[in-house]
């Protein structure tokens, strides 16, 4: 009884604290997801910008092949506290242990996702140059704008399964205080 | 004999000059342009397209409506003109119409064989070509392994051979190499029509010829803007540059040997009708870039060459403001249907 009457207030320290993080973790995961929806937005407009120099038909569905590698993944892993954690590996730099399941790192939205050939070329090659060799600067702009968004994608994953990991043990703190309370009580 | 434009011109071509001139009264002014700005989706656009020369273009189309389609409807109108004028045209003018339709040959050649290069069927990328760029050998282009290939076997008919002189090679088509091949035949191309224009001489070398060499000038400046960064070399890239504009011979070597913008803006300093135009470019997010300059002033010739008579330049004039007109409505779609409104207004008005 008295080690049950002892636990309850640093219960209740350890739930303000996990509150907290929690919180934390919320305005995290706005701002980056704001950030994320800025990135695509400025990345769309420039491809319709580099539409505007090059012609319609330059810069569409025509200049990609419809069956693409992936040129960067998502490797996962999951660690004790069941908590898991996104990282996105680019094509040729992967280490053994770093692979994990292979999914698309964007799902195939029209427009300029990453690709190489088959892994037996040495190097990835880069979408830029589906579009030719003398490609204006908007539609450089739109790739950089796309690969911080791809950054970002990865990091609110791994924010997300942190917020939901936060909120179930919270959940299971308050539980374990209200067995308490009454019997305290 | 003595200048007879006046005098013979209507006489073959007179009709056809009055058309486009109707045509041309037809193009969207700044009241249209204000409207389309303020509509909110695209259904709303095609609205107030109805109350323009397009009319009810876009009629057959099923909902919901694609900025895409909406560029092919008006570019089929273009075409549909274009022809017109073309069937009904006399010599020199047909050959003018020919030399006009070489450059969306050029791009439909390009478009057919990276199509290749991505493993596309033939009949996908046949839908997308520029239909003023037509030709029947079309089909056979993406079966070509060497620029030696492409031209013996598919082009020697047809208007391009010409210009296929300087980009005979037995490299294999890759990227680099297409778009080497894409440059080097612009760059006949355009020469081959300088040329022709200076020598029909009259009104029709008056008007044509400044237009033809801002445009190499354009192409040389673009060019090395765009190379910054490439695997392209400098050695290369000097064969790219077209012969026939002001830049020629000096400021092609010296824009050779640019590295980067600064040292391009230095070369057009050197030139009063460039310098303007690289000082107007800003660099912050509402700024204009380069390309918007050299497209204003695109616009600027060409809407002056209508204030002369008894010239071919006019056709050439419309067909170029049609295109921008298509550029201008196809940015403000894609803005509208992207609801991004900040740069809605960076369109080039015409009228």
Same mark, same amino acid.
């Given at each position: 009884m008295w080690a049950e009457a002892m636990a309850a207030p640093d219960l209740r320290a350890q739930l303000d604290s996990l509150l907290l993080q929690l919180l934390g973790d919320l305005e995290e995961?706005?701002?980056?997801?704001?950030?994320?929806?800025?990135?695509?937005?400025?990345?769309?407009?420039?491809?319709?910008?580099?539409?505007?120099?090059?012609?319609?038909?330059?810069?569409?569905?025509? @200049?990609? /092949?419809?069956?693409?590698?992936?040129? *960067? =993944?998502? +490797? %996962?892993?999951?660690? @004790?506290? /069941?908590?898991?954690?996104?990282?996105? *590996? =680019?094509? +040729? %730099?992967?280490?053994?242990?770093?692979?994990?399941?292979?999914?698309?790192?964007? =799902?195939?939205?029209?427009?300029?996702?990453?690709?190489?050939?088959?892994?037996?070329?040495?190097?990835?090659?880069?979408?830029?140059?589906?579009?030719?060799?003398?490609?204006?600067?908007?539609?450089?702009?739109?790739?950089?704008?796309?690969?911080?968004?791809?950054?970002?994608?990865?990091?609110?994953?791994?924010?997300?399964?942190?917020?939901?990991e936060g909120r179930s043990q919270v959940r299971g703190l308050q539980e374990k205080l209200k067995?308490?309370?009454p019997r305290a009580a | 004999m003595l200048e007879g434009a006046e005098l013979c011109f209507n006489v073959d071509h007179g009709y056809l000059e009055g058309l486009v001139r109707g045509c041309k009264a037809g193009l969207l002014t700044q009241q249209d342009y204000v409207n389309l700005v303020q509509c909110e989706t695209l259904e709303d656009l095609k609205i107030h397209l109805q109350t323009t020369d397009y009319g009810n273009f876009l009629a057959n189309q099923t909902s919901p409506l694609a900025v895409s389609t909406i560029d092919t409807e008006m570019r089929k109108k273009l075409c549909r003109e274009f022809e017109y004028f073309r069937n009904h045209s006399l010599e020199p003018l047909s050959t003018f119409f020919t030399y006009m339709t070489c450059s969306y040959m050029i791009d439909n050649v390009i478009l057919l064989m990276n199509g290749a290069l991505q493993k596309k069927s033939v009949k996908e990328m046949l839908v997308k070509c520029h239909p003023l760029g037509r030709f029947t050998e079309m089909e056979a282009v993406n079966i070509a392994e060497t620029p030696s290939d492409l031209f013996n076997a598919i082009l020697v008919e047809t208007p391009l051979a010409p210009f296929f002189q300087d980009c005979m090679s037995e490299n294999t088509l890759d990227e680099l190499n297409i778009e080497i091949l894409r440059n080097k035949l612009y760059k006949s191309y355009i020469e081959a029509f300088y040329k022709f224009c200076k020598n029909h001489g009259d009104v029709t070398a008056e008007?044509?010829?400044?237009?033809?060499?801002?445009?190499?000038?354009?192409?040389?400046?673009?060019?090395?803007?765009?190379?910054?960064?490439?695997?392209?070399?400098?050695?290369?890239r000097e064969t790219l540059y077209p012969t026939c504009g002001k830049l020629y011979p000096e400021g092609l070597r010296l824009l050779a040997q640019a590295e980067d913008f600064e040292q391009m803006k230095r070369v057009a300093d050197h030139y009063g009708v460039y310098k303007p135009l690289f000082e107007a470019v800003g660099d912050g997010s509402g700024a204009k870039t380069l390309e918007d300059m050299f497209y204003e002033r695109e616009v600027q010739m060409n809407v002056l060459a209508f204030n002369r008579q008894f010239h071919y330049g006019v056709f050439y004039a419309y067909t170029k403001l049609k295109e921008q007109e298509m550029r201008n409505v196809v940015w403000i779609a894609e803005c509208i249907s992207q609801r991004h409104r900040a740069k809605i207004n960076s369109y080039i008005p015409i009228l």
């Open positions: 995961l706005e701002a980056k997801r704001a950030a994320l929806n800025a990135r695509v937005e400025e990345g769309w407009l420039s491809l319709s910008k580099a539409r505007y120099n090059m012609g319609a038909k330059s810069v569409g569905p025509l @200049q990609y /092949a419809s069956r693409m590698e992936p040129q *960067v =993944r998502v +490797g %996962t892993s999951e660690a @004790q506290d /069941a908590l898991q954690k996104f990282w996105l *590996v =680019r094509a +040729g %730099t992967q280490t053994p242990e770093e692979v994990g399941p292979r999914e698309a790192a964007l =799902r195939r939205r029209k427009g300029l996702t990453r690709t190489p050939e088959p892994d037996p070329s040495p190097a990835p090659q880069d979408p830029l140059n589906w579009f030719g060799i003398l490609v204006p600067h908007s539609l450089r702009q739109a790739q950089a704008s796309f690969r911080e968004g791809l950054q970002l994608a990865a990091d609110m994953a791994s924010l997300q399964s942190r917020i939901n067995q308490l309370e | 008007i044509m010829c400044p237009i033809l060499e801002f445009e190499a000038d354009r192409r040389a400046f673009i060019i090395t803007l765009n190379s910054f960064g490439t695997e392209l070399s400098k050695e290369d």
